[in-house]
């Protein structure tokens, strides 16, 4: 399975998504435990000629968590371009790392994970499992924000660049939030696996996707008072990069919760 596939850890996720690219071992303050910033995500891909019989299992697990009372609520995402459109992302967030624990007793109360072995599993070729950190600060991203689409960049991070790299973050985020840049969007890193950060960003229909009239280079200008200034950050935030990808996911509103 292709890296790009981790992405939306929105992501949804993302997002997301997906944060705060800290690669060494620091203490953990008690506020920030109690952040819901945790986004859990399961890639799965379906067993070849399996996929109707995969989407009717899946719909049928959805109503027994719906039954067995699930606090979670999750959103079902699909590739809309490359070679991996088959696989099934499924993304629920956003929780604290405590609340991880009181969902999995949930799981087993519920039997969740065992209905899902019986009548679901079987149609399943491959799956994964990935945790995604969601960087609130630096994200726009409103309680009632509605989308059909998720376009999401994925960046291969480089050692030894994380505090220029969240710097340069807040400097961009901050140009986009004053200045009022036309989207809202999500930055989330990976938990797991390699070092990866992600750009979400929601829309409604392809035409949205279009480039916006002022490029953001030139609203990076506004902000700082200087095109010298803004073409110093953007050329720093790409050499914090080995790799950067883009794709669109659609979100399956008929197979989420």
Known sequence: MTKNLKVILFYFVLLTLFLMLSWVSVPVSAEEKSVKNIANVWLFVPKPGQIANFEQAFIDHIAYRKLMKDPRSWSV????MGANMDA??????????????????WNI????????????????????????????????????????????????????????????????SDAA???????????YDTVNGTLEMSLAIPYMTY??????????????????????KAKK???????????ISYNIYILREDLSM
């Open 77 to 80: 995402y699909q590739a809309d």
């Open 88 to 105: 099934y992302i499924v993304r629920s967030c956003c929780n604290t790392w405590s609340e991880l624990d009181d969902y999995r007793q």
């Open 109 to 172: 109360q519920a039997k969740a994970s065992e209905n899902w072995r019986k009548n679901v599993s079987k149609y399943i070729s491959h799956y994964e499992h990935h945790r995604a950190e969601n960087d609130l600060n630096n994200s726009h991203w409103p309680a009632d924000v509605t989308y059909k689409y998720i376009g999401v960049n994925t960046y291969q991070l480089k050692l030894g660049h994380s505090e220029a790299l969240e710097k340069d973050k807040k400097i961009i």
């Open 177 to 187: 939030k004053k200045e009022n840049w036309p989207y809202n969007w999500l930055w």
């Open 207 to 228: 035409g949205a996707m279009a480039p916006p009239d002022i490029k953001f280079s030139k609203l990076l200008a506004k902000h700082l008072d200087s095109p010298k």
């Open 233 to 243: 950050v953007l050329q720093r935030w790409s050499s914090h990069f080995d790799e």
